[in-house]
């Protein structure tokens, strides 16, 4: 892997790792380089933001490999992390059947 003339890894080789677990609807996320990987509710997603800066086309279907490689990213991360105490989650006190749908 590259480094700059600094020691420190370029943008380009820098990953952000995002993970709310309990919290934030499950929120997990890794974006690396032009690739965001995005898992909301047990949902998966894979944006290329080079191309789709608003993260409207799912790649996940035609990207198979990236997916698995991000997801392992992720994987990787999260079990370097504490686990979050059941104290500091968040409790909802609606749920899915609470949440109005088009013609109810």
Excluded: C
Aim: aromatic share 6%; hydrophobic share 35%; glycine share 8%.
């Amino acid at each position: 892997m590259a480094r700059s003339t600094s020691g420190q890894l370029t943008p380009s080789e820098r990953a952000t790792h995002r993970g709310g677990g309990r919290r934030a609807r499950d929120q997990r996320a890794v974006r690396a380089d032009r690739w965001k990987y995005l898992s909301l509710d047990g949902d998966e997603f894979l944006f290329d933001l080079a191309h789709d800066g608003r993260e409207r086309a799912n790649l996940a279907l035609r990207e198979p490999d990236r997916l698995d490689a991000l997801r392992a990213r992720y994987a990787a991360f999260a079990s370097t992390m504490p686990p979050i105490h059941e104290a500091a989650g968040v409790h909802r006190v609606y749920g899915p059947s609470d949440i109005a749908t088009p013609g109810s």
